[in-house]
Each structure stands twice: as C-alpha cells, then as structure tokens.
C-alpha cells in the first residue's frame, strides 16, 4: 500500500514536470484546462466535494486520478473526503455502499452491470444534486471515473448525466512483441517499456502511467512478452520480475499474462520431450503454472504461437493444436486461467495457398478444444495488410470461440512515419457480414460471443508502444492504441466518434480544429491503401522489415515473396481464389462467395485479392484495369498531399512541438508515398507495356533507381 502510495506521488510529480512541454507523454490524459467547464457552472461553488466510499488500492488509484485530473481541467482543488455530507457533489461507491436513499433511486439493476460496467447518474435529494458513479465493484468505478474525467475533457454537459456502459468483450488485451532484451519486433517507438534487466526492484514510474493509459480505455490485460517467445521468461528469476509488473497494474484492474514458448519444458525445464501427451510433460506445466499463481494468483494466462514461421509446437510431436492448447489450458484451469491459442499458421512446404491454411487447420479441430482456450485470428487471412477481406475462420467454428488480433504497430502500413488513423479499417472488419447464421451475423458478434453464445470473448491489439518519449513515434499513432481500446470495449462506436473524442482530449476541443484533424484521419486509410495496395493488392512489401515498396521481392521462400502475391504477368495481374484458381473463396459462406467470387461484380476493392484480371478489362468504373491502377495510386498520393495542406492550416490551434512533429513526418510521408507510386507503377508496367495515363505526371526515375533505394537498421528486425 505503501509503496503504491509512493510510486504514484512520483507518478504525479513526473506528470506535473513533463506536462509543461507538449511532447505527447501524457497521451490522450492532459487534463489542460477547460474554460466555461460546465462542471463549475451545473455546481456553482468553487470546491469539489468528493466522496468515495471505498477503501481497495483501486479507490486509490480512482482518488489520485481524480486529483490530478480535476485539479488541472477546473483549475481547483476538489476536497476528497470519506463521509457524504450536504457540500458533497460527487460520489463514487460501489452499489452495496451505497447509501439506501441513493440506492433507492436507482432503477437499473445492479447485476446487469456485470464485473466492469458502471453507471454515472445526477442523484437529486433533498434539493442537493449530486454527480453518482456506481458499479458492482471497483473497476466499475474506475472506469466510471476516466468516463467522467472524458466528460470534462471534452467540455461535454453532465447536467442530468445519465449514462451506462458494460463492455462488450470479456478479455481486452494488448499484445506486446516486447524481447527480453527490450528490443520490439515489429516496434517503431524505441525500445521496450519493459526493463526486465531492472525488475523486479526498479519500478520505472512509466508503467504506473501505461496502466492509466490502458484503464482509461478499458484494456484490462497485456501479454508483456513476444509471441516469439524466450522460455526464459518461464524461470523463476524472471516470474519474480513479473510480479513487479502485476502488482503495479493490478489496481488499474489490468492482468499481466505471457507467451509461453511450447517446447520450454526441454529449453529450461531439461525433459527430453515437449509432447502434450507425455504425462512428465503435462506436469511440468502443471507445477509451473502453480508456481506462476503462488505469486500472481489472478495471472491471465498464455499466448501461444505454435508451429508457425519456426515456432515449435504440437505438430513438431505429430500432435493437433487442440492437444497443444488443451494441454496448456489444463494446468491453468484450476486457477482460472486462459490460452490464446493463434491461429496464424502457415507453411511454404503446403502446396496450397497460404491464405487457406488457417481455416484448413482449424476449423476441422472446432469443438475439440477446452473451455478455457480461446483461438486468436488476425483480421485477415494473410497478414496485416491495409486491407484484408475478414478472416474466413470467422464464423466458421460454432463450437470454438474466437478472438481478434489486431495490429496497432504499423509494420506493413508505414512503421512509424505515416499518419494511417486505423480505426476504419478495424470497423471495416467488425461489421463485415460473415452470413454465418444468415444476414447480420457480423464479425463484431462472432468475436463478443453473442452470435454463438460463447462464454468467453476476447480482442487483442498488437501494440505499438515503446520508450519513445509519446509513447507510439508518430502522435497520431496514440489514436490508434485509442481507438483500439475503445472498440475493444464497445464495438459499436463509429471510427468519427472515436477521432473526435481523442482528438479533443490530445489536442484541443477547438471545433475548427476538430473538424479539419478529423477529416485527415478519416481519409487516411483510403489514402494509403491507395498509394500501396490499391484494388486488392496485398504483400507487396520490401523484404523483410516491410518498410516501403519492394513489388519485386522473389527468391526464398515463396509465401514471403511478393510475386507469389501479386501474380502480375503478360495476362494480368492479381491473385485468382476463385474456384478456377486457389478456391480460398469456398471457405467463406455463400453469401460471401456471392459477394466476391464473380469478376465483374467483386468489389473493386478486394477485386485482385480474389482474381487474375486481365490488364484490359474494363472495370465498373469505365477504365481499363491498367489504367485504374495508375490513378490510384496517383491519387493515394495526391490525397496524402492535400492532407498535409490541410494540417499546415492547424498551426494556429496547436502547440508547436506536436504540430511541428506532426508537420515533419508528412513530409516523410508524401516522399514515401511518391517512392510507393512510381515504383509499383514502373513495376507493373514492364507486364502491362501500356503507358500511365497522359494526364498523369510521368516518373523522374528510372524502376532501376527505385528498386536500388535501400533501407539498413530500420526498427523492428534483427538487424545485421
Ligand atoms: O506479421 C508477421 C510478422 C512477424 C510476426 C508474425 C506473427 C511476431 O512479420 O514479425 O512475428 O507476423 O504474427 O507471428
């Protein structure tokens, strides 16, 4: 208790300190001031009286966050007490504390609000209004709290404030693809947050500041290790650094959880075998999940990547994933535990198509997992791209709950310097129709449990978090960790909904800012599919670190090549899944294949995910696919353009530290995209030998030049 106490002063000191530059640290939780707050104006008396009527460390948590943020956003000191009396003006207590004249004017019932829900209501008694957050316990209030804080933020009016909200999706958690060296794969903002070399006894004060971060949207677990994983993170020496962590973020009602590498029980454990049927083996994870729980006993559970891109696993024993995943979910069941077990398995020795592969794997093992196994899917059958038609897998195992990957970190969509406002494409995703049980059975129900009735639901994001003073390198990429929270914990939001309460509450709620800034959020997705995969192109990536064009990319194995994906030659271009080619397309229902499978009626879109398309064909839109592909990508890059003219108009709204920041990586951004255009232009061209289009500016370079541009030491890989 203590020690906590201690921690969050230093907490609140390091904030006021680093508060005073604008350099993006304290995300989307600034507090700046709000002028004609209407919190002041609804009260009218220049003293908050706060009652909370708790006594966990989350009371704690909630009474510091109180402070800290009222004290900025209203400019005065709110007096927190322990009794209610005629001054109070704001109350926090679970239901059962409640007092029974409160209690008595609630009309919800209580256990519709779950174990995280809470409810913020104006109590009227006795010609006293008062401001009520309530829940079935602490974390209700917790996150009451940051919504109530939003409130404010966002200078909305909480005049007769009445307002319920229960999550929608059990388990939300961060992924992080953090090394025990701190290096991040995949990471485009330094170095890991977790210092394990320092832990367990040097609580960095930022982890105190990633919990609030993450509570304040609702993330309520993080995997803290790569799903590349290190058994070492199994020993002892470093359990007992991870109690450090799960102590820290405990209050904040986040659980730690970790990748477990499958084949530790012979890494560390010296077994000669890591078979799932073997008895020895079964123990080993049996003890070391006890081991794991003396010291944490609410450990989330495992994340595991298994026989996939080198990672050992069940098959490397003749074993199925669901002996795997069961074996896992076994030694942690008893105390509550989950895995997640990915479904991102592929190999380049299968003949078929990698897209395939997923849903060939699983869904014949649907029903044959245990309670407590929850199967992980990216969005995409191949892999993060900027636009991925839903993951066939979804929908397809009635029996066999599914969770959702995400990707927050931008490996294949402009690591750190491209504005790319993500939360559109994780929006396309969830209200994509699977037609799984008829019209409306989005992916969004699939994943939350609803349309099957699962009982476990979960979402995962791989973060894009690191050491970087802002967290995330570019600061609009904190939308992004933003946004995914928010969507984790309520699906329903729209992607404009969310852009504008992050904006407000990181920037300003100035509404000719909001207005602008939002626009060039919205738009960026739809720019940068155009300018590096426009029509359904996918996977044309640089080898490797994926950082800028690389349509070129053959040799090695063939999945990690481009030319496998683009299949661009003298007759055309693209990928043809359809029955007369990889017949992906039968795995989705037939709705779906109805939607896509037909050349002239696919969706311009997603068109050469799904097909060969010949390089004269004239699409709906009246060009010839080769000249629809030129425009494109020109106008990925002209959208790009006038997006940074947009923002150099929002000087005048902001700091100079961010927008300046901001300023410079567009600049980045619009060279990039040019190197994109005309690389894949002159690429595709050597097949198409037709011209770009007259009105269209003609490249300055040569394709040699492009293909000669080369990138060493960029972040995310192991560099050589
Ligand atoms: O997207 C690919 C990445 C790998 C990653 C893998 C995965 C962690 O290129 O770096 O490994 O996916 O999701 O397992």
Redesign the pocket.
């Known amino acids: 208790m203590n020690k906590l106490r201690t921690l969050l002063t230093i907490t609140l000191v390091l904030l006021l300190f680093l508060s005073k530059a604008e350099n993006g640290y304290n995300l989307w939780l600034r507090y700046t001031k709000v002028e004609n707050q209407v919190l002041l104006k609804t009260y009218q008396d220049a003293t908050l009286n706060i009652v909370i009527l708790d006594n966990s460390e989350t009371s704690m948590v909630i009474k510091n966050e109180l402070y800290l943020g009222l004290r900025s956003l209203l400019s005065t000191e709110p007096e927190i007490a322990n009794t209610i009396n005629d001054q109070t003006s704001l109350i926090i207590a679970t239901l059962n504390s409640l007092p029974e004249n409160i209690k008595a004017n609630i009309t919800i019932e209580d256990k519709t609000l779950g174990d995280e829900g809470y409810f913020i209501f104006t109590n009227q008694s006795e010609n006293k209004k008062s401001i009520i957050i309530t829940g079935n316990n602490d974390k209700g209030l917790l996150y009451g709290t940051f919504k109530f804080l939003s409130y404010l933020q966002q200078n909305q009016s909480i005049e007769d404030i009445n307002f319920t909200s229960i999550p929608k999706i059990k388990h939300r958690l961060l992924n992080h ?1 953090d090394n025990l060296d701190r290096t991040v ?2 990471g485009y903002a330094g170095f890991s947050i977790f210092d394990w070399h320092k832990l367990p006894d040097y609580v960095d004060p930022r982890y105190v500041d990633y919990a609030r971060a993450n509570a304040s949207i609702g993330i309520n677990g993080t995997v803290v290790t ?3 994983s290190n058994a070492l993170i199994l020993t002892p020496q470093y359990i007992k650094k991870l109690v450090t962590l799960a102590n820290t973020f405990r209050p904040y009602g986040i659980k730690v959880y970790l990748t477990a590498r499958f084949s530790a029980p012979v890494e560390i454990g010296g077994l000669k075998t890591a078979d799932p049927t073997n008895n020895e083996v079964q123990n080993w994870w049996n003890n070391k999940a006890k081991e794991i729980y003396k010291l944490i006993p609410d450990f989330g559970g495992f994340l595991v ?1 298994a026989n ?2 080198g990672q050992p696993g069940p098959q490397d024993y003749k074993r199925t994933h669901a002996e795997g995943a069961n074996m896992l979910a076994d030694a942690v069941a008893p105390f509550g535990g989950i895995v997640m077990w ?1 479904a ?1 398995v592929y190999s380049h020795e299968a003949p078929d198509d990698r897209a395939k592969q997923a849903y060939s794997e699983f869904k014949p093992l649907d029903g044959k997992f245990r309670a407590n196994v929850i199967i992980q899917v ?1 969005n995409g059958a191949i ?2 791209q900027p636009r991925e038609p839903f993951h066939p897998l979804f929908g397809a195992t009635p029996k066999t709950p599914l969770m959702m990957e995400f990707q927050i970190t931008q ?1 294949y969509t402009g690591c750190a310097t491209h504005l790319f406002y993500q939360a559109p494409l994780y929006k396309e995703v969830l209200n994509a129709d699977t037609y799984a049980k008829g019209q409306g059975s989005t992916v969004a129900k699939i994943i939350d449990g609803s349309l099957h009735n699962n009982n476990i639901s979960g979402i995962a994001g791989v973060a894009n978090i690191g050491n970087d003073i802002n967290w995330t390198g570019h600061p609009f990429a904190q939308a992004n960790w933003y946004a995914f929270g928010r969507l984790a914990w309520n699906h329903e939001l729209t992607a404009e909904e969310i852009a504008e309460e992050w904006l407000k509450m990181t920037f300003t709620n100035d509404k000719d800012f909001i207005n602008a800034a939002k626009q060039i959020m919205i738009n960026s997705r739809e720019n940068l599919v155009n300018y590096m995969t426009p029509l359904g192109l996918h996977h044309i990536m640089a080898r490797n670190h ?1 950082y800028g064009p690389g349509p070129w990319v053959d040799g090695g194995r063939a999945d990690w090549t481009s030319l496998y994906y683009h299949q661009a030659n003298d007759d055309g271009i693209g990928f043809n899944r359809s029955s007369t080619g990889s017949n992906a397309i039968s795995q989705y229902f037939p709705e779906v294949q109805d939607l896509y499978k037909n050349i002239k009626t696919c969706p311009e879109n997603s068109l050469l995910w799904f097909h060969h398309v010949s390089w004269d064909k004239k699409l709906a839109s009246g060009n010839s696919l080769w000249d629809k592909l030129c425009y494109k990508y020109y106008e990925g890059v002209d959208s790009v353009i006038s997006a940074q003219k947009q923002w150099n108009k929002l000087e005048k709204y902001i700091d100079k530290e961010r927008f300046d920041h901001v300023s410079s990586l567009l600049k980045i951004q619009v060279n990039e995209a040019l190197w994109w255009r005309y690389a894949c232009v002159l690429y595709f061209q050597q097949f198409s030998k037709q011209p770009i289009p007259k009105e269209l500016e003609k490249p300055k370079f040569s394709l040699e030049h492009y293909k000669n541009i080369e990138h060493r030491f960029v972040p995310g890989i192991k560099n050589e």
Do not use: C
């Open positions: 693809w794969e995949r790569n799903v590349n990547k996939s891109e990915r991102f990216k892999d993060f490996e994926h």
